[in-house]
């Protein structure tokens, strides 16, 4: 696609639901990353992926966070059991490489709630 | 671990002043620095980065910054500030492992 595209771009819950958001990165870039952006927190890292796999997972909050990536492609970052901390914007990079300078692609991001 | 901090939250400047947003950088190793910008319900986008080349970095918009290893600083600047320039600014460092860690934002507002 023309660049990274999240669903959906808002998403309101009641405490104690599931949410699965989802990310579809730009076509061809092997790596995708889940950051998460509160008020006055900045970005978060969550996830990075190197293909299908997860060599980093070091910014999951909780177990309640999972993350999965099929094909190479498509990213489900899901959260179970949701509180009202976890509200925030999450948002989808990619990239095309792997390397400490690679550039990032942001998508808009979802914004979840959480009542 | 890697780690920045920029120095205000919010910046205000008037349309045609001059533009200075602070990142200081924290690192055990050569850093990878980079800024970003975020437009109002819009993603990141590379502003410019710093890969250990030239200490003065030029990026879009008439952004550029500026490396020095012995203040430990990356500050942005831009001589004459747009309305179209207001926006929330990261700033980020990377070491050699996949992640960027991000800086809290400055929120930059411009005054006609």
């Known amino acids: 696609g023309a660049g990274v595209s999240q669903s959906p771009s808002n998403k309101v819950t009641e405490k104690g639901k599931d949410v699965e958001l989802r990310c579809d990165p730009i076509s061809g870039h092997t790596a995708l990353y889940w950051y998460r952006q509160s008020l006055g927190q900045g970005l978060e890292f969550l996830i990075y992926?190197?293909?299908?796999?997860?060599?980093?997972k070091s910014g999951l909050p909780s177990d309640r966070f999972s993350a999965e990536r099929t094909g190479g492609s498509v990213s489900t970052l899901t959260i179970q059991r949701t509180q009202q901390e976890d509200s925030a914007v999450y948002l989808c990079a990619s990239s095309e490489g792997r390397g400490p300078g690679v550039k990032l692609f942001f998508g808009s991001g979802t914004q979840l709630s959480v009542l | 671990a890697q780690s920045v901090t920029q120095l205000g939250s919010h910046v205000s400047v008037s349309e045609g002043a001059l533009v200075l947003l602070r990142c200081n950088y924290s690192s055990s190793v050569p850093p990878y620095l980079f800024w970003y910008v975020q437009y109002p319900n819009q993603g990141l986008q590379l502003l410019l980065k710093y890969t250990s080349a030239a200490t003065l970095v030029k990026g879009i918009n008439g952004f550029e910054a500026e490396f020095k290893k012995s203040e430990t600083s990356f500050h942005l600047t831009k001589p004459s500030a747009h309305m179209s320039d207001a926006a929330e600014y990261f700033c980020?460092?990377?070491?050699?492992?996949?992640?960027?860690?991000f800086g809290t934002g400055t929120r930059l507002l411009v005054s006609p």
């Open positions: 992926f190197q293909g299908n796999s997860a060599p980093d």
């Open positions: 980020a460092v990377s070491t050699g492992f996949q992640k960027l860690v």
